[in-house]
């Protein structure tokens, strides 16, 4: 199965790449929130940043990022121009660098082209994986140091010099679920040529604990450098479940202290395909136990936008030449699979039977069963596990 999907997505116009971080610099606390008075904001207290440094630019200069695996945002900040005083963004609103830049190009998330998935690589099947040839997602696993893979990186191919944090938030090692096909609209038949290369999917509809909170046809540009806004009867709908009271001052619901330890999920339903977001991981505190929900309802040209809160909870691969997208939700609510269950799971509701029941004849995006790779124990050789790599668009 595994190299089924290889062959899928290197037929498809991917390549398969590894990005040259060399290792783990340093480990070293964030700044603590206040005030603690939550579980909320004692548990994001905890975390920590990892300071790594790579080879990037033609002239393989060292720069060290400093990666936030546990934030809101999950973000990405360069060290070099401002040594260890860079702070990263938790609040989830952007993740643009500022004025850090590396070899003289900003980092923005501002499109979603010629990406980088940075995940775990490949591994040959039958020989051990050995410390020094671990990419840094592996290398974190075997130290211990994550449980999720959240960090992936942009790196267009024709300057290495320029780089994108892009997605967060899979978690690699638990994917089994197949991608479903979604097309794309082209940006300029809704947003114009000024909106660059952002891609505008359908949104149907919105459930809560699987079961329909709001429908409606909508169209919603993929964006990583912002929060996700909605239309408002979806807002309005999501608010009046929980309690959220309306502030006309500031144009949004605030909530009691009650949804930051709720274990209830929303579903984004996209052409059929589901992102399945923990409501907790979108909530923000806004003075003494008052907090509202990263998503808005400010919605520009009758077009939303699903954010880095949504979309880092998706696994997602583009596929720009044919306007689709294969998407997946990366979360998986109330239990984990159990272990008696079989390697590769698959909805035979989504079985790909339009290319002679061959997924290698149709080299399409559309419904492919996603193996769940082997996993190395720390009782036998090296606690690390591994899944497919990461993908960006070939040269030509």
């Known amino acids: ?14 390549c398969f790449v590894t990005l040259p971080i060399k290792y783990v610099a340093r480990e070293q606390s964030i700044g603590v929130y206040e005030p603690q008075t939550s579980k909320f904001l004692k548990t994001i207290s905890y975390e920590r940043e990892l300071v790594l440094e790579a080879e990037v630019g033609p002239q393989k200069t060292n720069t ?15 060290q070099n121009e401002c040594g260890k005083s860079c702070t990263s963004d938790h609040m989830g609103q952007s993740l643009n660098l500022g004025d850090v830049q590396v070899e003289d190009v900003p980092f923005t998330t501002l499109s979603l082209q010629n990406h980088l998935r940075f995940g775990p690589s490949e591994a040959r099947r039958h020989e051990p994986l050995m410390v020094e040839k671990m990419n840094i997602v592996q290398l974190l696993k075997y130290q211990k140091k994550i449980k999720r893979a959240l960090a992936s990186f942009l790196f267009p191919k024709d300057d290495l010099s320029v780089g994108e944090l892009v997605l967060g938030g899979i978690d690699h090692s638990k994917h089994r679920g197949a991608l ?5 609209s082209k940006p300029e038949e809704h947003l114009g040529s000024d909106k660059g290369n952002m891609i505008v999917v359908a949104l149907d509809e919105i459930l809560l604990n699987g079961k329909q909170l709001a429908k409606g046809g909508y169209d919603m540009m993929l964006s990583t450098s912002q929060i996700s806004r909605l239309p408002q009867k979806f807002v309005t709908a999501i608010a009046r479940h929980f309690g959220g009271v309306y502030d006309e001052t500031v144009n949004s619901f605030y909530f009691g202290s009650s949804i930051v330890d709720t274990d209830e999920t929303l579903t984004f339903s996209i052409n059929g395909a589901n992102i399945i ?5 979108l909530v923000t505190q806004n003075g003494q136990e008052r907090y509202l ?9 009758n077009v939303g ?5 949504i979309l880092k909870h998706a696994y997602l691969v583009i596929d720009y030449d044919n306007s689709e997208i294969g998407l997946a939700t990366a979360f998986r609510p109330l239990q984990e699979p159990l272990e008696v ?4 799971y698959c909805d035979p509701s989504t079985s790909d039977t339009g290319h002679n029941d061959s997924v290698l004849k149709g080299y399409s995006l559309v419904n492919h069963c996603i193996e769940e790779d082997e996993v190395i124990t720390a009782e036998d050789d090296q606690s690390v596990e591994v899944i497919a790599v990461g993908v960006t668009e070939c040269s030509d």
């Open 277 to 281: 977001v923990p409501v907790r991981e």
């Open 341 to 344: 269950q079989e390697l590769a």
């Open 180 to 184: 479903r096909k979604v097309p794309f």
């Open 293 to 301: 929900l990263s998503i808005t309802h400010d919605v520009n040209e």
């Open 305 to 309: 936008i699903l954010g880095m809160d």
């Open 1 to 14: 199965m595994r190299a089924l999907v290889l062959a899928l997505l290197t037929q498809a116009g991917f």
């Open 64 to 78: 060290e990022f400093l990666v936030d695996f546990w934030g809101y945002s999950n973000t990405l900040t360069s």
